[in-house]
């Protein structure tokens, strides 16, 4: 239900360097009723636009029904928490003029605002530092680099080397996936700070919890699908984290093995502690969403 985030890239996208005529606009909907299909198809916009709805199929199915739809010879990956600024088509597409055989990761930084919540500004500022990290340069992307929420490639490339794989149907790792099969048919993956968009990050601590379940899911399909991944992405980070806290760790995805509540009682417990003691927070974010990636990683392996 992303109506409100919609017409804000709508908007965005207004206001393009690049001519309205060099670009065409597709909307997936994967299961939205809060309007967003209708503000679609009532929008009026410079540039042609259309929107596609499914049913509830995941981000890998709604990337691949707009790839399919698409008729330019390069494509654009946004997600709908994205507000691009004027120059990102224009950058994508001058990214691409070099060498045929490119994937461009955009810059996402996130944006934080009056309302922002502690949970936002853990986020933002561990991922804002991994963006000055792939800014630097000779810094050579690996696996866990990629993303595809601002992301463009030749279309022609990406249906030669594969789209998404559509049985990633939970939060996470699709786009780890495609990256993996992308590297191994020979296309450079480079980051480019000019295609810039701000992401609106909005997501709370319960929401956050279970994306990292999910993840921690599909990062164990991932494996399964590409065994020599394992040493790239975090399934192989289990015995980074001190002593103390593997003991802990172990303890606690034991005990929410036999005891259902205990995931719920860790939200509830991280929700109390953001409103009582925020100075502890960074530490226990760390911690606890770590817990519930390899929360996933178990369930995943029943």
Known sequence: QRCASIERLLLALRHQTLPAEKYEVIIVIDGSTDGTLELVEQSQT?????GIWQTNQGRASACNRGIRA???????????????????????????QAHPRLGVLGAVPIHLGATSTPVM????????RHLEKLAQPGYNLNLRDFYSGNFSIRRTVLMEAGLFDDHFKEYGNEDLELSWRLRQSGIQLVYCSEALA???????????ARDNIAKGKTSMFLAKLHPEVISEIKLNTYNE?????????????????YWKPMPQIMIRFMVWLENRCPAQLLLYY??????????GVRNAER
């Open 198 to 208: 701000t992401q609106h990050y909005e997501k709370d601590y319960s929401t956050l």
């Open 46 to 50: 410079s540039y042609k636009m259309r």
């Open 241 to 257: 984290e001190s002593l103390r806290w593997r003991l802990l760790r172990g303890g606690l995805l034991f005990l929410s093995r």
């Open 70 to 96: 698409a008729q330019g010879s390069l494509v654009v990956l946004l997600d709908d928490d994205m507000e691009p600024y004027p120059h990102l088509l224009e950058a994508h597409w001058n990214a691409h």
């Open 286 to 295: 760390h911690l606890s969403l770590d817990y519930f990636y390899w929360l």
């Open 121 to 128: 500004e853990f986020i933002a500022a561990k991922f804002n």
